[in-house]
């Protein structure tokens, strides 16, 4: 096990961004694109690396490593689609190369690393579908409770994964601003819809997962070898308007009050890197059908947060939860997801949907946590809070734990700036 080692970076030593993490992500710095890994204050250049030579004996055996073009990119998704020889390869000998027993490196650290704090970090991969599920039963039973409250489940949830087509090309970086969108709603007691600034902005904490293959019409991903088709994971804020949504979504589900903006973490942590912090999932009853069913543990321990900062500048936790009480596990949504025959392409999204745990204070949308708007939370400054106000900051961590071995996925930030002044009304 290399988890346990120490770096000579040493910064890598304490904190999220260990030895054990190894995050991938893009950077832009002084005209320079390229594909890095955080390793404590630093982001390592892997173009650099490979220009010293560092993978030559690598790149004889896979070919994909050959040429500079993998790193030198502005996205992840050619190295992606080199598939899981090629992560595990250039993993292991990362952390062969940032080891405390081998710092042969070190005398080119100049040329390799760029301040994390200060480097501008892109959208990682170039994502061409974006799916998002469903699948936290607490959620879901919430969500449930606030329209049915007799059934909040519906029949089919314990069945299959329940997931929609979301919009690729809105989703963006951490640190984007988010505008307030306007859109279409109804108001309370009203007949007809005015159209008008969302008054019922919501974050939700969800965690998405990169698709590390592209399969053929026709062909599906058996839930068995499923993980082997998934680079990694990155935390994930689905931001929604509950007014716009609560007006538009029946019969055909989410649209308007959701693809104004999906926000997603700079870093992918590799899957490889979550192995030491494997959990079983809750006991599926019913149990699923044979195409969904899976042993051993495909689910995973780590721990989510979502802060909220006001104008005010103070800021206070409205969530904590865990990624362990997701019901369906990542393996289940990818091969139900291609169980007709659906095709996915590397760089696809999934994300799980909002992971909400057992009790208050582990919700992961202030849909759940106002109860649909008529409870306000205290918000900062001591301000009661039903949905998210102009000026509003909203922080998702997450990080896993065990033994002394601690990974970070870093953080989602997003900020909202008031939307335009114009609602739309104007010329009618
Ligand atoms: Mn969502």
Redesign the pocket.
């Known amino acids: 096990m290399i988890a346990h080692q120490d770096s000579w970076v040493n910064s890598a030593n304490r904190g999220d961004y260990s030895i054990a993490n190894l995050p991938y992500g893009v950077f832009r710095d002084r005209g320079d694109v390229g594909v890095g890994v955080a390793i404590g204050d630093e982001i390592l250049d892997l173009s650099a690396v490979m220009a010293l030579g560092y993978f030559e004996g690598l790149a004889r055996e896979l070919p994909a490593l050959a040429g500079q073009e993998i790193f030198a990119a502005s996205s992840l998704n050619r190295f992606i689609a080199g598939g899981p020889t090629v992560w595990r390869a250039v993993r292991s000998r990362i952390q062969e190369l940032l080891s405390a027993r081998n710092n042969e490196m070190a005398k080119f650290a100049s040329q390799v690393f760029r301040k994390r704090a200060t480097t501008e970090l892109l959208l990682p991969v170039e994502v061409g579908d974006y799916t998002?599920f469903y699948s936290s039963i607490q959620h879901a039973t919430n969500v449930g409770k606030l329209f049915r409250p007799d059934n909040p489940l519906l029949p089919n949830w314990r069945h299959l994964p329940i997931g929609y087509h979301g919009r690729a090309s809105s989703i963006v970086v951490s640190g984007t601003e988010i505008t307030r969108p306007s859109g279409q709603v109804l108001p309370p007691g009203a007949e007809v819809p005015v159209f008008q600034r969302t008054n019922a902005l919501d974050i939700?904490l969800?965690l998405a997962f990169i698709v590390g293959a592209t399969t053929a019409l026709g062909e599906t991903i058996p839930v068995a070898s499923a993980e082997e088709a998934i680079f990694g994971v990155a935390l994930f804020n689905?931001w929604?308007a509950r007014d716009i949504q609560k007006w538009e979504y029946v019969p055909l589900g989410p649209f308007l009050g959701?693809n104004f903006a999906s926000s997603m973490a700079s870093w992918i942590t590799p899957m490889d890197a979550l192995e030491p912090f494997r959990v079983a999932g809750p006991m599926q009853e019913p149990p699923p059908l044979p195409y969904l069913r899976t042993t051993g543990r495909h689910h995973f321990d780590i721990e989510l947060s979502v802060t909220l900062e006001g104008v005010e500048g103070e800021s206070v936790t409205m969530c904590r939860t865990n990624a362990r009480h997701l019901y369906w596990s990542m393996a289940q949504q990818l091969a139900h997801h291609t169980s007709n025959g659906c095709n996915v392409r590397v760089g696809d999204v999934m994300?799980s949907?909002?992971i909400s745990g057992d009790k208050a204070g582990s919700w992961g949308s202030l849909l759940e946590a106002t109860f649909g708007g008529k409870t306000p939370i205290q918000g900062p400054a001591g301000r009661d809070r039903r949905f998210l106000e102009d000026g509003d900051t909203v922080t998702i961590r997450g990080w896993a734990e065990r033994g002394d071995v601690r990974i970070g996925l870093g953080e989602v930030v997003g900020r909202i700036r008031g939307g335009h002044k114009d609602d739309g009304t104007a010329g009618r």
Do not use: H, L, N, V
Request: no cysteine; hydrophobic share 10%.
């Open positions: 998002d939700e969800e689905d929604t959701k994300a949907g909002t």
